[in-house]
């Protein structure tokens, strides 16, 4: 007798007709043909069932701020910045908190339920950093929340930057975070990234690195993150995030480049919706994409997953907490619409990304802990093409968000009275 019994499944490593046996809030078994008996059981009905969606890489203080206290005319990065250091003063850990606990009940509504956010420390009351703690805890029965300590205004350039970052570590946050390209210098970036580097090995914390964010391809930090990570024996516990100047940089540079960051096992969180979005903006035409160079660290064989970043914030005034959103985006900036390549950029939605935040026991498989989203599309690349639906989440075996199947009615003579975008797709 299980506590839940999933029926046929397709799974995203292209498995079908599965159930999947629930007990204990753990994964029983994977296998075709359960007959066991169970307390619920739900009929997937050859849908694509999948372990949780992850975002690696968001900012969960500045969330559903947008308006606040003006708009973004510009649209750029460094507007952005300005604007978030004119509404830093008037945050209040109540509002903080408040906009965030929204934020996450839209996050499990998709199917998110890990999520990694930077934390502004550049202000010393630390509110921000007091008022993700607090949400951390409030929504750990559904939402694993790691939290970065980041240095929005530069570690060194913020007037108590230093500071700030130690005493946001000692409050709890979980990983040491930095920005090298907003520093004064070339140099006091890389300064600041062999501190930090530092910092996380006596303190035996991950790195996660805003790592040029910038179309300057003479913007190198990502070379002295790898080089650090190698010194302080830091590998594959580091994040280079953005990245995006890799997109503009020499090629026979970033031939050394890459293997250098497999060296180190650099863990690489490009941010497509935002990176389109905010870079090439000081190009005339042709204007660069700016992302960085995700098929070629794929082939290398980096770790590469994907970051929402943003929603409805100074620097992004869209977004919806879904991750194939994200990876919709992804597949048109990146080119790689191929099926070997959408079920690559499936997995930056999902599996990469547990392994940039360390998740332990994630997975469809036995032993593994018990949460899945039962999506409406038949496999990966369907999810991606719809953004579909997410018609059960399911965390340690009970269900704890539901949509209706998105269903429309046609009124036309001669034609079908309802139609499923999910049924479309030609049968390969
Ligand atoms: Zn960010």
């Known amino acids: 007798?299980?506590?839940?019994?999933?029926?046929?499944?397709?799974?995203?490593?292209?498995?079908?007709?599965?159930?999947?046996?629930?007990?204990?809030?753990?994964?029983?078994?994977?296998?075709?043909?359960?007959?066991?008996?169970?307390?619920?059981?739900?009929?997937?009905?050859?849908?694509?069932?999948?372990?949780?969606?992850?975002?690696?890489?968001?900012?969960?203080?500045?969330?559903?701020?947008?308006?606040?206290?003006?708009?973004?005319?510009?649209?750029?990065?460094?507007?952005?910045?300005?604007?978030?250091?004119?509404?830093?003063?008037?945050?209040?850990?109540?509002?903080?908190?408040?906009?965030?606990?929204?934020?996450?009940d839209l996050a499990v509504s998709q199917g998110l339920l890990y999520i990694r956010s930077h934390v502004d420390t550049s202000d010393p009351r630390l509110v921000t950093a007091e008022a993700m703690i607090e949400v951390r805890e409030r929504v750990k029965p559904y939402i694993d929340l790691q939290l970065v300590a980041f240095p929005q205004d530069g570690y060194y350039r913020a007037a108590d930057g230093v500071n700030s970052l130690e005493r946001s570590l000692d409050m709890g946050l979980d990983i040491v975070g930095g920005i090298p390209h907003f520093e004064r210098t070339m140099e006091e970036g890389g300064q600041s990234l062999a501190a930090l580097c530092r910092i996380a090995a006596e303190r035996g914390l991950p790195v996660d690195i805003h790592c040029d964010e910038t179309d300057d391809p003479m913007s190198r930090h990502i070379e002295r993150l790898a080089a650090e990570t190698v010194r302080f024996g830091l590998q594959g516990r580091v994040a280079g995030s953005h990245l995006t100047s890799m997109h503009s940089m020499d090629n026979y540079y970033v031939s050394k480049l890459i293997p250098l960051m497999a060296e180190a096992k650099i863990n690489v969180i490009p941010n497509p919706l935002i990176n389109i979005m905010l870079?090439?903006?000081?190009?005339?035409?042709?204007?660069?994409?700016?992302?960085?160079?995700?098929?070629?660290?794929?082939?290398?064989?980096?770790?590469?997953?994907?970051?929402?970043?943003?929603?409805?914030?100074?620097?992004?005034?869209?977004?919806?907490?879904?991750?194939?959103?994200?990876?919709?985006?992804?597949?048109?900036?990146?080119?790689?619409?191929?099926?070997?390549?959408?079920?690559?950029?499936?997995?930056?939605l999902t599996v990469n990304s547990a392994k940039t935040m360390g998740i332990e026991g994630y997975g469809i498989e036995k032993g593994t802990k018990a949460d899945f989203v039962i999506l409406q599309a038949r496999d990966a690349a369907e999810a991606l093409r719809l953004k579909a639906n997410r018609l059960f989440v399911i965390k340690g075996g009970k269900t704890i968000a539901k949509t209706a199947p998105r269903v429309s009615a046609l009124f036309l003579d001669g034609r079908p009275e309802t139609v499923d975008g999910a049924a479309y797709a030609p049968k390969p």
């Open 1 to 104: 007798m299980f506590d839940l019994l999933i029926k046929n499944a397709n799974l995203p490593d292209g498995r079908s007709g599965i159930d999947i046996a629930v007990s204990g809030g753990k994964i029983a078994a994977v296998e075709a043909g359960i007959a066991a008996e169970a307390g619920e059981v739900i009929d997937a009905t050859g849908r694509l069932v999948s372990p949780p969606f992850v975002d690696p890489h968001f900012h969960m203080d500045a969330t559903l701020s947008l308006g606040l206290p003006r708009m973004n005319v510009s649209g750029t990065l460094l507007e952005g910045i300005q604007l978030w250091g004119e509404l830093r003063p008037m945050l209040t850990k109540e509002a903080l908190v408040e906009r965030a606990l929204r934020y996450c």
């Open 279 to 348: 870079q090439g903006r000081h190009d005339i035409y042709p204007k660069r994409r700016g992302m960085t160079r995700v098929k070629e660290l794929l082939e290398a064989g980096l770790n590469v997953s994907f970051g929402h970043d943003c929603v409805m914030d100074p620097w992004y005034n869209m977004g919806s907490g879904d991750m194939l959103e994200v990876g919709h985006m992804a597949i048109h900036v990146a080119q790689m619409a191929g099926i070997e390549d959408k079920k690559k950029i499936f997995e930056c």
